[in-house]
T-cell receptor, first 113, second 113 residues
């Protein structure tokens, strides 16, 4: 049982390049999330998907797009990377409702030069 | 605006000693509060959940308390071990409407031998 799997683990981009971060969960969860974590800022929500076919903006959505490909997969795309997007990105999933814990992947460390 | 404040920002203790981490929140209406542990290079993992009716809950050497009147929670770690070195994140969920939780910025704990 892998839980939440994120790829890649590390990535270096040049300013203006694009890339897609992949996330897959095998727990049959309805809800999936993308967070970024910066030193001193904690985890901030970028986008989330309450169920297959729906996506909503979080606290810091600018510069990002998402796709809920199916129930298992939720991808995050950077169309034109900027140095301000240098961060660690975490994908998470949970069952529907506020009492369920978030299950996190181990993150993608992205550097934009 | 829903907010979660954690203190201290960082803490260094000797192995075997006890410590207490604090969390104050303004999330309303309150549903539940979770403490997560995040090891370096890994995603956060849920330690415990506190609901409105619960004052104290233990998980091994971790004991969480909740005072819903003063909107405060604490996480007490007894007889610390080197493996307790991590970031501890307080996360509060509101009831009704959006189920998106509010994250604190975390307390970084270092346990020295």
């Amino acid at each position: 049982n892998a839980g939440v799997t994120q790829t890649p683990k590390f990535q270096v981009l040049k300013t203006g390049q694009s890339m897609t971060l992949q996330c897959a969960q095998d727990m049959n969860h309805n809800s999936m999330y993308w967070y970024r974590q910066d030193p001193g800022m904690g985890l901030r929500l970028i986008y989330y998907s309450a169920s297959e076919g729906t996506t909503d903006k979080g606290e810091v959505p600018n510069g990002y797009n998402v796709s809920r490909l199916n129930k298992r997969e939720f991808s995050l795309r950077l169309e034109s990377a900027a140095p301000s997007q240098t961060s660690v990105y975490f994908c998470a999933s949970s069952e529907t409702g506020g009492y369920s814990p978030l299950h996190f992947g181990n993150g993608t460390r992205l550097t934009v030069t | 605006k829903n907010q979660v404040e954690q203190s201290p920002q960082s803490l260094i203790i000797l192995e075997g000693k006890n410590c207490t981490l604090q969390c104050n929140y303004t999330v309303s209406p309150f549903s539940n509060l979770r403490w997560y542990k995040q090891d370096t290079g890994r995603g956060p993992v849920s330690l415990t959940i506190m609901t409105f009716s619960e004052n104290t809950k233990s998980n091994g050497r971790y004991t969480a308390t909740l005072d819903a009147d003063t909107k405060q929670s604490s996480l007490h770690i007894t007889a610390s071990q080197l493996s307790d070195s991590a970031s501890y994140i307080c996360v509060v969920s509101a009831s009704g409407g959006s189920y998106i939780p509010t994250f604190g910025r975390g307390t970084s704990l270092i346990v020295h031998p």
